[in-house]
């Protein structure tokens, strides 16, 4: 049989297939929290403030003086795309009780509660800047988490979720999240969705890194493409109807702050389109695709931090944004997928992580930010595999899932990755996958209250703005365990959804004189004053991967090409 892998990595495979039986029924020990804290302060990204190149304090804004990765500061530190003086917006194509900007997990979800709370479909517009779904959320495989089982609880759930954050989240918000667990899954089932189960119908649930309790629900490794098929069929079904291609370039807000709808691009036909709402959702996601510290991302093409910087720009207060998630197995081999996801669901059904030797070297289900320090650790210490492109990675043993579970059990857990790999000539179910860490998840973002209104820094909420999903920030604190995304997507998706509807039926359509961009404005003459010197403009729509600017006509681009830091900590 042909080998998969070029033989400078096959001496490499050989090693871990003979460390295989050794390692396959060990009991690994969790590192301390003293341990964790010395890997992440010596190997974590998120841990190197003082270095100007990975973090810098934002110059302007409300959230001004606050350290964030450079690439962040970058696109808040910009001026607007969009020319107030360019724009009529005496001209309004839409209009809308509530409008939602986004259509992955948190903007669906709020969509069909704002249906649920009695606002009709046709009076919610919604904007997306790709097709309808394209999302973060569709991407995800692993699973969503909730504390259902018989020997858990919603304290339990939330102590995992407080530990994991490093008891940095804020805890109201970490509490709703757990409460509103259970009932999310009964409300997917009821819309069918087709959770994992066993023959005699109970819900199969898998352990997460960082959880005490197994409480993962899967749809086997397309969940997140499971779910979000069941909520766009429900929504479109309902007569949803939507504005693809159609990113929002900036919130309208009136003179007294309130944000009174959006500015929408058309991508196809290059014009706007004035969106005048009662109340506006942001759900548009994260922003793995600025790549944070040179790093690949498991991310969808169009997450490129859109939401945060247009509600910074309305008055917003950002938090947790020094923080970012790498997701510790993104794949390094080959090169036509390096970054792309391989679900820490393999880890959970037994698969470990072992280095160029073949030796493990931490515990398969530490939080994801331990977990992926660990292996940068390793690569630095020279223990890990370069390919021939110079990507550096370690082993992730993937066979020992069919030696635990029995033949089989691979494929039908993990199709995904299965196919995935396959595509290449690669088994997974025989052969390791090379793996290194691959951003994944915006841990901050904007602060909102317990009913997904955007706050500013003074703890007030921004008149008529709700926001749910990624964009959002302090659910998580400064890290977030496995599938707790797609839980915090539905309850807090669901909240903007209630909470939005309510207002609107309570509050007048803006007039004419209400849709105003002087926000912009004054965060240009900010710009100027402070003394920031630069030629970019955000939101940034779409990534540049060109060395040349080809996207200047029309306005986007500006940003600097992507270099992928194989130099990283060497």
């Avoid at 997507?489 to 669901?494: E, F, K, P, S």
Wanted: contains cysteine.
């Amino acid at each position: 049989m042909t080998e998969p892998y070029p033989e400078y990595m096959m001496e490499s495979v050989r090693k871990v297939e003979a460390t295989r039986e050794e390692r396959k029924d060990k009991e690994f020990d969790r590192v301390s929290d003293d341990e964790a804290m010395e890997i992440l302060k010596e190997w974590h990204p998120d841990y190197r403030k003082s270095d100007p190149e990975f973090f810098r304090e934002i110059a302007v804004g409300p959230s001004k003086g606050k350290t964030v990765p450079t690439e962040v500061a970058n696109v808040l530190e910009a001026y607007p795309w969009v020319d107030p003086k360019s724009v009529d917006l005496s001209v309004i194509e839409h209009d809308a009780e509530v409008f939602v900007i986004g259509t992955g997990g948190a903007g669906l979800a709020a969509i069909l509660w704002a249906n649920n709370e009695g606002v009709k479909m046709e009076d919610i517009v919604v904007s997306t800047k790709l097709r309808l779904g394209d999302s973060n959320s569709k991407m995800s495989q692993g699973g969503i988490q909730a504390c259902d089982g018989e020997d858990d609880s919603p304290l339990i759930h939330w102590l995992d979720v407080m530990s994991g954050g490093h008891w940095t989240n804020d805890r109201t918000l970490a509490r709703q999240l757990v409460m509103n667990g259970p009932s999310m899954i009964k409300w997917m089932e009821l819309l069918g969705a087709e959770f994992d189960k066993h023959d005699d119908g109970g819900m199969q649930e898998l352990m997460a890194g960082g959880a005490s309790r197994k409480r993962i629900h899967s749809c086997k490794d397309y969940t997140g493409l499971e779910l979000e098929r069941v909520l766009m069929d429900e929504a479109l079904s309902r007569g949803m109807r939507v504005l693809e291609f159609c990113p929002t370039v900036s919130l309208l807000t009136d003179d007294s702050s309130n944000v009174t709808g959006g500015l929408v691009w058309n991508l196809e036909t290059e014009e706007y389109h004035v969106v005048r709402a009662k109340t506006t959702v942001i759900a548009t996601g994260g922003f793995g695709r600025l790549h944070v510290a040179g790093f690949p991302t498991t991310n969808h093409y169009g997450a490129t931090c859109d939401g945060v910087v247009m509600a910074y720009r309305a008055g917003a207060d950002i938090v947790h944004m020094q923080s970012t998630q790498y997701h510790p197995t993104g794949a390094a081999y080959p090169e036509q997928i390096v970054g792309l996801l391989i679900t820490e669901k393999c880890r959970s059904m037994g698969a470990q992580l072992v280095d160029a030797e073949g030796e493990a070297f931490i515990y398969p289900l530490e939080t994801r930010d331990v977990e992926s320090a660990a292996e940068l650790r390793q690569i630095r210490e020279g223990k890990g595999v370069k390919t021939s492109t110079g990507q550096m990675g370690v082993w992730l043993d993937t066979p020992l899932i069919d030696e635990i579970r029995g033949e089989g059990a691979f494929e039908e857990g993990l199709a995904a990755i299965h196919r995935l790999y396959a595509r290449f000539d690669i088994d997974a179910s025989k052969y390791p996958v090379l793996v290194h860490p691959t951003l994944h998840y915006q841990n901050g973002g904007i602060a909102i209250n317990a009913d997904a209104q955007a706050i500013q820094p003074n703890g007030e909420p921004i008149g008529r703005l709700f926001t749910a999903g990624e964009t959002t920030g302090g659910v998580h604190g400064d890290n977030r365990l496995m599938g707790n995304s797609w839980l915090e997507l539905l309850v807090y998706g669901r909240r903007a959804g209630i909470s939005a509807a309510r207002l609107a039926s309570k509050t007048k359509m803006p007039r004419k004189s209400d849709l105003k961009l002087t926000h912009l404005t004054r965060y240009s003459e900010e710009l100027q004053k402070s003394g920031v010197k630069t030629e970019r403009c955000s939101p940034i729509i779409l990534p540049n991967y060109l060395g040349e600017n080809t996207m200047a006509p029309v306005g986007y681009g500006k940003e600097t090409p992507f270099d992928r830091r194989l130099d990283l900590f060497t």
